[in-house]
């Protein structure tokens, strides 16, 4: 109990420490915005009408996919600001600490989660002023935020794993968006996966991408049956626990091999 309340306070320290890069910073969390704004507003009024024939009609069905877009690209900023840290040596300064391994990466990830809160309500924001608008409950919307916000933390545990494996900033920049772009247009965020090749589909079908998606946009569209939103929202919990059982380990070993 002592050991779990000494890593909580940890954690809460590096929570409020890259957080306040935010604050001293707040180019960082502009930007951070802008780019999924720009990809909202793009793909509605410029691929709307050749998808879904109308940008009104193609609003309902993007946002709830951009919004999952949303939360793991900012999870590549994990890799990034710990690849960082660890360059400029301010990783090695943590572990002359009496500190957990396991503090320093949670902080990290923590502090993205909750940025992550931020920019995705501003992106609902967004999309309702231009068109979108719920169609399921409240409750079905609230889950929906989680199992989204939920999947993007858990990236950005794989994120991490992979900050700390290349120990530069623009190579887990660059590395990072190598595996997130394929993940990201072959799935349903843009296009029903039904009009891609068959070979594509069944790499889109089973994408955990795709899945939490899936999820998400029956929750706040209710665009499916109340068993197939279940299971959809089940295989997409699935898919983050195994994310999180697999990278988190993952991450504190090469943490401490660094």
């Known amino acids: 109990m002592m050991k779990l309340r000494w890593l909580l306070s940890d954690m809460l320290v590096l929570v409020e420490r890259n957080l306040l890069k935010y604050v001293r910073l707040p180019q960082l969390l502009i930007f951070s915005t802008i780019q999924p704004v720009m990809f909202l507003l793009l793909f509605t009024y410029v ?3 050749a998808i879904k024939g109308s940008s009104g009609s193609y609003i309902n069905f993007l946002l709830p996919g951009i919004l999952v877009q949303t939360a793991i690209f900012g999870a590549i900023q994990t890799g990034v600001g710990l690849a960082e840290d660890l360059s400029k040596g301010i990783i090695d300064r943590f572990k002359t600490l009496p500190m957990s391994p396991s503090a320093v990466l949670m902080g990290r990830t923590v502090a993205d989660l909750l940025r992550n809160v931020f920019v995705v309500v501003l992106m609902f924001i967004v999309g309702y002023l231009i068109g979108f608008r719920l169609e399921g409950s409240i409750s079905d919307a609230i889950a929906a935020f989680a199992i989204l916000l939920l999947f993007g933390f858990a990236f950005s545990w794989i994120s991490a794993a992979i900050g700390m494996a290349v120990k530069n900033a623009e190579t887990a920049q ?8 394929p993940l990201v247009f072959a799935s349903s965020i843009f296009v029903p996966i039904e ?4 070979w594509l589909q069944a790499f889109a079908g089973g994408s955990p991408v795709t899945i939490t998606v899936d999820a998400v946009r029956s929750l706040t569209l209710g665009s499916a049956t109340a068993a197939e939103t279940a299971r959809y929202s089940l295989e997409a919990l699935v898919w983050i626990l195994f994310l999180l059982v697999v990278f988190i380990p993952l991450a504190v070993f090469l943490y401490r091999r660094s």
């Not at 009009?195 to 068959?198: A, C, S």
Request: hydrophobic share 60%.
């Open 174 to 181: 660059v590395a990072g968006f190598i595996w997130v772009f």
């Open 195 to 198: 009009t891609m090749p068959g």
């Open 47 to 49: 691929f709307g009408g």
